[in-house]
């Protein structure tokens, strides 16, 4: 609850579900945050007739209006970048097709928060100035994490490609770059103790329990999770084609509902369109869900867990229960078998150490095992 005093002098109101938070530039930003839905940014002045008129707006679900920005035209308070400058550069590489069209959204709005935020520091600086030295150090500076250090060399390896398609350039100063090894194994995989936890929390007929079902016993990300529906389901099987890459490296799935998936789903209220829906109706937002389903998983005491990690755990057990590279990639969608093969190398370690443990114990315990005389030899002269 958040008071503000109204312009108009009538006295105060308090408000619910807002928040403040603070820019990359330093500037305060209001939003309505309500569990189970995207955030929305209230950008009136507060107490206002506009800001009420946005924030009425807003709870019904509803993003305030902005004036369209002129195609080609700086946007009011900024400038046209200069020829030449990195900003120009920066500007000309989001007019690309392979931006465009290439990239999932995500993926660009993510490219776009990092060579932003460089823009506002390096912005004014002459493009072919760039080299591998300035490069390496933008990695560098960045060590302390090093995915998103990472994620900052792909991105700025994709920009400066243009710059030497264009001329600006002679050779690519991210090109020779290493990017930072990865550290551990990313997102959790679920243990069968932290599944049977979070199930004991969530009973069937909960929506955190229908979560859990689609991711598990399908293996597909989040962004595909929240888009399935009665629709995607015929004779048993359920076939969607995944966001990721859908704009140009399409990969579509089918996978067959499994008897502990159809119960829940029998049992379960769902949307028409989407099985998985707000508490208003609607289906989730990709973000929205990730949200959601990380408080789940605190109810549950399982701070760590995610829904990215079930996917992993779908993979691993597939693994463990003998499936092969190919046949796991027919589940999750990956491209290519190297994508997959740490889980069927880790499943196959684990079955190997078994076998051979086996086989010690067989022929290992129940026999002394006697040293031959050469080694008694060297045994007594090592004892002199």
């Known amino acids: 609850m958040v008071e503000f005093r109204l312009r108009d002098g009538t006295g105060t109101v308090k408000l619910k579900y807002l928040v403040e938070d603070v820019d990359r530039h330093g500037k305060v930003r209001i939003y309505l945050r309500r569990r189970g839905h995207l955030k929305v940014l209230l950008t009136a002045t507060p107490g206002t007739p506009e800001f009420m008129a946005q924030y009425r707006a807003a709870l019904e679900g509803k993003a305030p209006e902005r004036a369209p920005r002129r195609k080609g035209k700086p946007a009011p ?72 250090a990472n994620n900052l060399l792909k991105a700025l390896k994709h920009l400066f490609r243009v710059a030497v398609k264009a001329g600006w350039l002679q050779t690519n100063p991210a090109r020779d770059v290493q990017k930072f090894p990865q550290e551990g194994e990313g997102y959790h995989t679920w243990t069968l103790e932290e599944v049977a936890q979070f199930e004991a929390k969530h009973p ?78 609607k289906p989730f937002a990709v973000a929205s869900f990730g949200n959601m389903f990380r408080d789940w998983c605190r109810e549950a005491g399982l701070d760590h867990c995610s829904a990215h990690g079930l996917r992993k755990t779908a993979a ?64 007594d002269k090592s004892s002199r």
């Open 77 to 148: 308070g900024e400038t046209a970048a200069a020829p030449g400058t990195f900003r120009a550069l920066v500007e000309r590489y989001y007019a690309t097709g392979a931006f465009r069209n290439q990239l999932d959204p995500g993926t660009q709005k993510a490219r776009r928060y990092l060579l932003d935020a460089l823009c506002e520091k390096y912005g004014k600086n002459p493009a072919h100035l760039m080299t591998s030295t300035h490069v390496q150090k933008l990695h560098d500076d960045r060590s302390d994490t090093p995915e998103g």
């Open 316 to 379: 691993t057990r597939l693994a463990e229960l003998g499936a092969s590279e190919h046949e796991i990639a027919a589940i999750t969608g990956h491209r290519t078998l190297s994508q997959v093969a740490h889980y069927t190398r880790a499943a196959r370690q684990k079955g190997l150490a078994a076998r051979a443990m086996e086989r010690l114990e067989e022929h290992g315990s129940n026999k002394s095992v006697q040293p031959s005389e050469a080694g008694s030899k060297r045994l």
């Open 204 to 281: 069937i007929g909960t929506r955190a329990r229908l979560a859990m079902a689609l991711l598990l016993y399908t293996g597909q990300r989040r962004s595909d999770v929240v888009r399935m529906g009665p629709q995607h389901v015929k004779d048993g099987w359920l076939t969607i084609t995944q966001a990721k890459g859908a704009r140009h490296k399409p990969v579509t799935v089918s996978i067959p509902i499994v008897a502990p998936l159809r119960e829940i789903l029998d049992q379960t209220n769902t949307g028409h369109l989407a099985y998985l829906v707000t508490m208003r109706g």
